[in-house]
């Protein structure tokens, strides 16, 4: 899979993003994206080959694996990734029209397009909530489905067509249980880093506005 668009649309958002938003670009682009590429992918590629079931009837180890793993987290990840990621494209599209307003009307519309203020600081709080729910709802799925944030190494499986209980083993469970849980710790530090950007800027232009409305009130 080709991840090329999410490198270019975080390098967008770098433009226009606060010092703590470029760190949740570097931590996306870093800790995210280029071990999931690196890593994690080929760690899950063949889950389902590797997945054994104790006995060999037919068509009994795909509905357990089905069962225990009804989605691959490799792909909720690859999911959350991009989802996570989109709405910062609501800040590239504001900045591009403040940009082709001014083209149209040909004239200095704005001191600088991508300035957060405005609209554009509206917009920009608005895919900071967003993104921060989310990741909260990814973390939730993540543990709904696979019953919390676990990879065990033996399952039990007693779903026709099994013709009894059987043990199922998965493979690697070790390796795969430290990456979950650098997904949870990095989706985690993501969560705090746009709670405190957005704690910032709402903090930032409250002063700001309080200023300008005491200096207007003294004149």
């Known amino acids: ?72 987290h490799i792909r909720l990840w690859a999911l959350q990734l991009i989802m996570v990621s989109t709405p910062s494209l609501l800040v590239v599209f504001h900045v591009a029209y403040r940009k082709n307003r001014e083209k149209q009307h040909n004239q200095k519309l704005y001191k600088n397009p991508g300035k957060i203020d405005g609209g554009l600081l509206c917009t920009y709080l608005i895919s900071l909530i967003l993104k921060t729910g989310l990741e909260i709802v990814f973390l939730v799925l993540f543990y709904k489905l696979y019953n919390g944030f676990k990879i065990p190494r033996l399952v039990k499986c007693a779903i026709k067509p099994c013709p009894n209980t059987v043990d199922c083993y998965i493979s ?36 700001k506005y309080y200023l300008k409305r005491h200096v207007k009130k003294q004149q």
């Open 1 to 72: 899979m080709s991840w090329a668009f999410l490198r270019d649309l975080l390098s967008g958002v770098n433009k226009y993003s606060t010092g703590i938003g470029r760190i949740w670009v570097a931590v996306v682009f870093m800790f995210r994206l280029l071990v999931y590429v690196a890593a994690a992918e080929n760690i899950w590629k063949h889950e389902h080959d590797e997945f054994e079931c104790n006995i060999k009837q037919p068509g009994c180890e795909n509905v357990c694996f089905d069962h225990f793993f009804p989605v691959s």
């Open 172 to 207: 690697k469970p070790t390796e795969k249980m430290i990456f979950l849980y650098f997904l949870v710790a990095t989706s985690c530090l993501c969560i705090v880093l746009n709670l405190a950007e957005l704690s910032y800027l709402v903090f930032k232009y409250s002063i």
